[in-house]
């Protein structure tokens, strides 16, 4: 399984970006899905998730600003929209998934990463 995000860029704050990543490969199952982003200097951290039945949670300091969705006709895509964008939220940003990945008449779980993308914010 390979994820590929896409969307990241320069916006001013106060701005708009939304966020886009897709999974493919030849045959797999997902279930949950997640943003990350990590800062210079700073750790990986956990912005948003969506379970595979679609419930959502998010880091305090982006609710009200983020929303995470998951597109129904495409069901290995999800989507970040991020508004109100602020100069902290600059970061590159990952996406995440529980895959299994089908192998040998089995699925094997894993912890599927996307390549991340570049979000800047300016003041």
């Known amino acids: 399984v390979q994820l590929q995000a896409s969307g990241g860029g320069l916006v001013q704050a106060g701005g708009s970006l939304r966020l886009s990543c897709a999974a493919s490969?030849?045959?797999?199952?997902?279930?949950?899905m997640r943003w990350y982003r990590q800062a210079p200097g700073s750790q990986r951290e956990l912005v948003a998730s969506?379970?595979?039945?679609?419930?959502?949670?998010y880091k305090d300091s982006v609710k009200g600003r983020f929303t995470i969705s998951r597109d129904n006709t495409k069901k290995n895509t999800i989507d970040l929209q991020m508004t109100n964008l602020k100069p902290e939220d600059t970061a590159v940003y990952y996406c995440?998934?529980?895959?299994?990945?089908?192998?040998?008449?089995?699925?094997?779980?894993?912890?599927?990463w996307g390549q991340g993308t570049q979000v800047t914010v300016s003041s």
């Open positions: 995440n998934a529980d895959c299994r990945d089908y192998s040998g008449g089995r699925y094997y779980p894993k912890d599927c």
């Open positions: 490969g030849s045959r797999f199952e997902i279930s949950a």
């Open positions: 969506i379970a595979g039945g679609g419930s959502t949670n």
